[in-house]
């Protein structure tokens, strides 16, 4: 199956800082890619659907100018946690479509806020 | 709005056992439903796929059938094995196909003890 990547796969950051993560699909091009986040012992709550060349779209309940994000190319789509606090600490996940019936996941990135 | 929900929560079953889990979902105009594997810390693994005009598939020891009218959807392991204890979750698309935005069930987390 096709590849996607997350960077960094870790972060650990103090509170008030913003942090950015790096959702990259490695050997097809995405026009649209989604982020998730998890909590600890919790199911996968969709954020986000991101579009290559436009807006993101988001899900109700999720602030989106704290979750800034940014899809500037068909293999890259960006989420920036602004201002994070410890309550946004959690496994984030991004996906992206190859066709309409299928999306590759990425490994995931565990954010820790101090 | 498009619910979801799995059942057991966690299982522990000695190596060698067939089991059942069990998804279940609110809204029966699906487009298909899918089964993914996620290891601690991790992205999800595509299990298998079931297209809405399908009753089952197969993929070695593992048998997923899906019943729409009901709105359930069974995964069957056989012959188990400690290398299957991971955390198995079923998701539907919120609209088309998996290319699409999905809800995913809570989650059943599995240990096979050897």
Not at chain 1, 6 to 20: D, M
Not at chain 1, 85 to 98: G, L, Q, T
Request: hydrophobic fraction near 35%; charged fraction near 15%; glycine fraction near 8%.
């Amino acid at each position: 199956g096709a590849v996607v990547s997350q960077h960094p796969s870790w972060v650990i950051c103090k509170s008030g800082t913003s942090v950015k993560i790096e959702c990259r699909s490695l050997d097809f091009q995405a026009t649209t890619m989604f982020w998730y986040r998890q909590f600890p012992k919790q199911s996968l709550m969709l954020m986000a659907t991101s579009n290559e060349g436009s807006k993101a779209t988001y899900e109700q309940g999720v602030e989106k100018d704290k979750f800034l994000i940014n899809h500037a190319s068909l293999t890259l789509s960006t989420l920036t946690v602004t201002s994070a606090h410890p309550e946004d600490s959690s496994f984030y996940i991004c996906s992206a479509r190859w066709r309409e019936d299928t999306q590759y996941f990425g490994p995931g990135t565990r954010l820790t806020v101090l | 709005k498009q619910e979801v929900t799995q059942i057991p929560a966690a299982l522990s079953v000695p190596e060698g056992e067939n089991l059942v889990l069990n998804c279940s979902f609110t809204d029966s105009a699906i487009y298909n439903l899918q089964w993914f594997r996620q290891d601690p810390g991790k992205g999800l693994t595509s299990l298998l796929l079931i297209q809405s005009s399908q009753r089952e598939q197969t993929s070695g020891r593992l048998n997923a059938s899906l019943d729409k009218s009901s709105g359930r959807s069974t995964l069957y392991i056989a012959a188990s094995q400690p290398g299957d204890s991971a955390t198995y979750l079923c998701a539907v698309p919120l609209g088309g196909g998996s290319g699409s935005r999905l809800t995913f069930g809570e989650g059943t987390q599995l240990t096979v003890n050897p």
